[in-house]
């Protein structure tokens, strides 16, 4: 991210994605009009465990459950964010959302729930984390329930962007001791450590891994990694219980087309295996060996890559149609979310379903699918009323 250079890709980058979208979503963006608008979204890696039934909340409840469909409850966020697009949960109950704040879309809302979605409790209204147009990335990641990393909003006068922690569920952020201002293009966190991907200020032209304690909040680790043209680190990225890192890169010196990047040793050495993807939405590795990447190849084809030995090596997956992004509950079972419609999969992305609750109905799921137990899981989306000439922003809890 830094200077001038990232700021011109991410741009063009983010220009191709809006231009390719336009006609095929036309319509429904019509629709769903505020869903598509830029927004950050919250990261953790799951733990797979079942939700624990309770109907307990922290200070601030929002019982913001409405109705309920035949097969999906709906819950209406629309006081509290604006556009949000992505859900995630550290396990079965527990989980943020990241979003605009719907009373000043240049602020960005950070809400939190541990009913698995029923109940909201608004946690921070002003967040100063990075953001950048219609491809979202994890910048926020939680790792238990109090604790978690952010990379900050890029700021001009500062040069770049800062790394902070939250000890207090995000209500407050404190920068990284000894974390340069730079700009930053991934960031992941497994059970004992996080793990910044970018460049700092002072040697933009090349990049940099920070390795931080999930403990002590300090930098353990610095890396001095291959220059932007050899290595630059697309949208998201897995850090494995184990240190294992699996990144998107694009290389320019080895060539066109977008690669898996992988390192044991914390970015001291990387093999790279080629995907025929020109644009990353996410990655997701619901286990440490399985993988699953999401992209797209042109404007009419998506694609899913899967790796089963940890990354070493990737198996190009077809998807029934175009898809935004992508969550799996574990190695089998996992769903993919695009305007209006949800497939789902169970057996490890080689056959899809679509969820058929969802045909013909006013509430429309858009950007984001979080898989948080066996049998349940939520979405993100949005309900057009035309004479109210308003958009409710919804979350779809399935069953």
Known sequence: MGSTGFSIKHTFAMYKFKKKKMTKQLISALLIFGLISATTFVSCKKDNTE????DENTQGNTDTTNQQTNCFRVVDLTNYVGGPQTINFINGAEGWIVAKNSDDMNKRTLINTVDSGLTWTVINTDLNVEHKGSVSAPY???YNSTNG???GKYNISLGGSQLKY?????????????????????????????????????????????KVSNASHEITLTVDLPSTLDLYAKVDMNLADDG????????????SGLYMARSVD???NWTFSAIDLEYIYNVDFPTNNIGYVLGDYDS???????TTDGGITWTKKSLPQSFIHHDFFDGLNGLCVN?????????GAETWAEVSCFSNSEHQPSRGVAFISNNKWLSIGGRYVSSENKTYQELYIYP
Not at 51 to 54: I, V
Not at 248 to 254: G, I, T
Not at 300 to 306: I, L, V
């Open 266 to 268: 914390y970015g001291a």
């Open 140 to 142: 926020i990641q939680f």
């Open 244 to 255: 294992t890192i699996n990144v998107p890169v694009s290389r320019v010196n080895a060539g």
């Open 339 to 347: 305007e209006g419609v949800i497939y789902k999969t169970t057996d």
């Open 149 to 151: 990393f952010m990379i």
């Open 300 to 306: 009419n084809a998506s694609f899913m890559y899967k």
């Open 166 to 210: 939250t000890t207090d569920k995000g209500q407050t952020w404190t920068v990284i001791n000894g974390s340069a201002i730079g700009t930053w293009d991934v960031m992941a966190v497994n059970s004992t450590d996080a793990v910044f991907i970018g460049h700092t200020v002072q040697g933009f032209d090349n990049g940099v891994l920070y």
């Open 51 to 54: 939700p624990s039934n309770t």
